[in-house]
């Protein structure tokens, strides 16, 4: 008996335990057609007392890219000049795609202005010949037409729901890609701004120019942790958070402790804010992300405290369910005690003695009636106890 009530009683206590653990859940405008445009030389800097101070928003510095995005390798342009193609979509195409893949060409000639790598830029018009996105042969003739050192081609082919661009640099004296200057993604959006922003990222981080945007998550509990592509940001307690990270588009999730959302994928442009992100907390424990434009000028509604299930429910049902097979055991031993002693008062009756293994069947049949009735009374406690806890509190 005392193994049985052990039994029960750990069979309970465990499963309120884990009942405690268990938690439900810019587009750019079309760019003006420029000329054949050389980088002038840097203008000497002002005298010390003339400079400025830096503004506190630049202080922080931007997280990195993510190091398992494709990059390209422009250390062999040092000192060249580069002329940047304008990039082409490789699977049809229409005035709005003219006018990003524009935008796109135009942010790696302004990214190319600023690098310490290039000589100088030159932004190659529309009028220029066209050539396969892979023809190096072609790109190098463009190239020495301008009298540039180096082209820089991009392209954009449509891919599921996505797009797959690349970006390449040929080398014009030996109509070449040059080593370590090529890389290809698919990225997984159909939004231009998502495309630009990665642009701008490939741009920044190989013409080694620092560049910067903020990202913006708005979340309204302080033990919620921020990540930007599966690393932990550094929050400062204020609504909305914003994180300094390069240009690209970039993963966001937020936690709170064991709990994790799903990753919401957001663009960040270079010098700008990204879309709020809004996170929220539910009573079941769920983390939701919404970007601000799938709100349609809304917001949500504030973060709430997990509603945790109380331990007296599932404690009662295990209780009570330990009664019923109490119950149900000494109601068995009680039937086989009557059983038991019956037998022994039929062969009674019919030799006028009782026989030795009637004698045993007597005896088995008391132990029988004890245990049986131990039983009932427990069982009916343990049922009793456990719709209490159950449907009382």
Same mark, same amino acid.
């Given at each position: 008996?005392?193994?049985?009530?052990?039994?029960?009683?750990?069979? !309970?206590?465990?499963?309120?335990? @884990?009942?405690?653990? @268990?938690?439900?859940?810019?587009?750019?405008?079309?760019?003006?057609?420029?000329?054949?445009?050389?980088?002038?030389?840097?203008?000497?800097?002002?005298?010390?007392?003339?400079?400025?101070?830096?503004?506190? #928003? /630049? /202080?922080?510095?931007?997280?990195?890219?993510?190091?398992?995005?494709? !990059? $390209?390798?422009?250390?062999?342009?040092?000192?060249?000049?580069? &002329? *940047?193609?304008?990039?082409?979509?490789?699977?049809?195409?229409?005035?709005?795609?003219?006018?990003?893949?524009?935008?796109? @060409?135009?942010?790696?000639?302004?990214?190319?202005?600023?690098?310490?790598? $290039?000589?100088? +830029?030159?932004?190659?018009?529309?009028?220029?010949?066209? &050539?396969?996105?892979?023809?190096?042969a072609?790109?190098?003739? =463009?190239?020495?037409?301008?009298r &540039?050192?180096?082209?820089? =081609?991009?392209?954009?082919?449509?891919?599921?729901?996505?797009?797959?661009?690349?970006?390449?640099v040929?080398?014009?004296?030996?109509?070449?890609?040059?080593?370590?200057?090529?890389?290809?993604?698919?990225?997984? #959006?159909?939004?231009?701004?998502?495309?630009?922003?990665?642009?701008?990222?490939?741009?920044?981080?190989?013409?080694?120019? %620092? &560049?910067?945007?903020?990202?913006?998550?708005?979340?309204?509990r302080?033990?919620?942790?921020?990540?930007?592509?599966?690393?932990?940001?550094?929050?400062?307690?204020? #609504?909305?958070?914003?994180?300094?990270?390069?240009?690209?588009?970039?993963?966001?999730? =937020?936690?709170?402790?064991?709990? #994790?959302?799903?990753?919401?994928?957001?663009?960040v442009?270079?010098?700008?804010?990204?879309?709020?992100?809004?996170?929220?907390?539910?009573?079941k424990?769920?983390?939701?992300?919404?970007?601000?434009?799938?709100?349609?000028?809304?917001?949500?509604?504030?973060?709430?405290?997990?509603?945790?299930?109380?331990?007296? %429910?599932?404690?009662?049902?295990?209780?009570?369910?330990?009664?019923?097979?109490?119950?149900?055991?000494?109601?068995?031993?009680?039937?086989?005690?009557?059983?038991?002693?019956?037998?022994?008062?039929?062969?009674?009756?019919?030799?006028?003695?009782?026989?030795?293994?009637? *004698?045993?069947?007597?005896?088995?049949?008391?132990?029988?009636a004890? *245990?049986?009735?131990?039983?009932?009374?427990?069982? +009916? =406690?343990l049922? +009793?106890?456990g719709?209490?806890?159950?449907?009382?509190?």
């Amino acid at each position: 008996m005392r193994a049985l009530f052990a039994l029960i009683f750990t069979i !309970s206590f465990a499963v309120s335990a @884990q009942s405690k653990k @268990q938690k439900p859940d810019d587009s750019i405008p079309l760019p003006t057609t420029e000329p054949t445009v050389v980088k002038p030389a840097p203008a000497p800097p002002p005298p010390a007392a003339a400079q400025k101070p830096p503004q506190k #928003t /630049e /202080e922080a510095l931007p997280l990195p890219a993510s190091g398992d995005q494709p !990059s $390209l390798d422009l250390s062999l342009l040092k000192d060249t000049s580069l &002329c *940047i193609f304008p990039f082409v979509k490789e699977t049809g195409g229409n005035v709005a795609d003219k006018q990003y893949l524009d935008a796109i @060409q135009k942010t790696f000639f302004d990214v190319a202005k600023e690098s310490p790598l $290039l000589k100088d +830029a030159v932004l190659l018009g529309d009028a220029t010949t066209r &050539c396969d996105v892979r023809d190096a042969a072609c790109f190098s003739n =463009v190239g020495r037409m301008a009298r &540039c050192q180096n082209v820089l =081609v991009g392209s954009s082919a449509a891919k599921g729901n996505g797009y797959v661009l690349s970006v390449r640099v040929f080398e014009v004296g030996k109509n070449r890609i040059l080593p370590g200057a090529e890389v290809e993604q698919v990225l997984e #959006t159909d939004r231009q701004a998502d495309v630009q922003a990665w642009a701008e990222g490939q741009a920044c981080r190989a013409l080694q120019v %620092k &560049c910067a945007g903020r990202l913006s998550v708005d979340v309204d509990r302080k033990d919620m942790s921020v990540y930007v592509d599966n690393r932990l940001a550094p929050r400062t307690g204020k #609504t909305p958070e914003v994180i300094a990270v390069e240009p690209g588009v970039h993963g966001v999730r =937020v936690a709170v402790g064991q709990r #994790t959302s799903l990753e919401k994928k957001v663009a960040v442009r270079r010098g700008g804010f990204s879309e709020m992100v809004f996170a929220r907390q539910t009573e079941k424990g769920g983390l939701p992300l919404w970007l601000a434009s799938e709100l349609h000028g809304t917001r949500p509604a504030p973060s709430v405290d997990v509603k945790e299930g109380k331990w007296t %429910k599932p404690v009662g049902y295990t209780l009570a369910g330990a009664g019923l097979i109490a119950l149900g055991i000494g109601i068995y031993q009680g039937q086989h005690s009557k059983s038991l002693i019956s037998g022994a008062e039929s062969n009674y009756r019919a030799n006028g003695v009782y026989l030795p293994a009637d *004698i045993s069947n007597l005896n088995s049949a008391s132990t029988s009636a004890t *245990i049986g009735n131990v039983l009932l009374v427990s069982g +009916a =406690v343990l049922l +009793a106890t456990g719709g209490v806890l159950a449907f009382a509190f």
